[in-house]
């Protein structure tokens, strides 16, 4: 048996559709695994199939309803999952296939979805934007958690302010550990020894979260190629995400 998601679009809502597809896959002994609404006109299911043969059939045979519009059969892919999950998509941006895109009312699907890439192995760096207070540590702290991790905080403003200027030890490094860094913080306070001991986290084998990657890469010598997923998030969905202010920080700490 193997997995498959199949997602439908409905043209024009009846009674009786659901039943008449289910009644379909019955008919070709496809399995439904798990059913949901991903969208207000969307219908997710995760299927089982005996023989990939079926899937041109069942295509075949779905795509001669004239009450719906086929848009996906396929392997699930994380975010089909988290779609039959929590009963929505994961929004994507339209020029940037690696940005993601939420809003604070759904810091849930952010923890499933993040955790869910922490625990992949080796090395992967996530870039997170969103303005102060929007929940980015915390949702980068429960994900860690999600996926069975510690984390460690290199640069930070959560408690008080921290500023990593060297490794930890090789005993503590052994454990499976998510490091944060804050791009502002780093790169506006943090100095040439810490900027050492960010280069070398950068070069380990695990997960790196990045808060304010654009002023990461505005400031070093890093480029977009670094990271391998962004993620915003806002407290509505037409929040500017703003860095004017990371600016006057930086004055006033200069100042210090």
Known sequence: MAEYYFQYHI??????????????????GVNIVQLSGVSEYGRGFLIDVDRPDILDVLRTMLESMEDIEVTALREPTLRDRLALRHGRFIERSDTEKRTYRFVRD??????????EILKRPGRQVI??????????????????????????????????????RELPSA????????????????VMRGGE???????????MKAPVVIEHPDIFVRRTRYTWDLFDMLIELRRDPQEEIRY????DEATAWAQE
Not at 106 to 115: M, S
Request: charged share 25%; proline share 3%.
């Open 193 to 203: 020894e810490h900027m050492r001991c960010v280069d070398e986290i950068l070069r």
């Open 106 to 115: 759904e810091l849930g699907v952010l923890v499933d979805f993040l955790g």
């Open 127 to 164: 870039g997170v934007r969103g303005q102060p207070r929007v929940g980015k540590t915390e949702a980068v702290v429960a994900a860690s958690v999600y996926a069975n991790k510690r984390w460690l905080f290199v640069s930070s403003t959560l408690l008080k302010q921290t500023i990593m």
């Open 244 to 247: 004017d202010m990371f600016e």
């Open 171 to 186: 005993t503590f490094r052994a454990e499976p550990f998510v490091y944060i860094i804050d791009g502002a913080v780093s």
């Open 11 to 28: 043209r024009r809502d009846r009674p009786g559709l659901l039943g008449d597809i289910a009644s379909l896959l019955g008919m070709l």
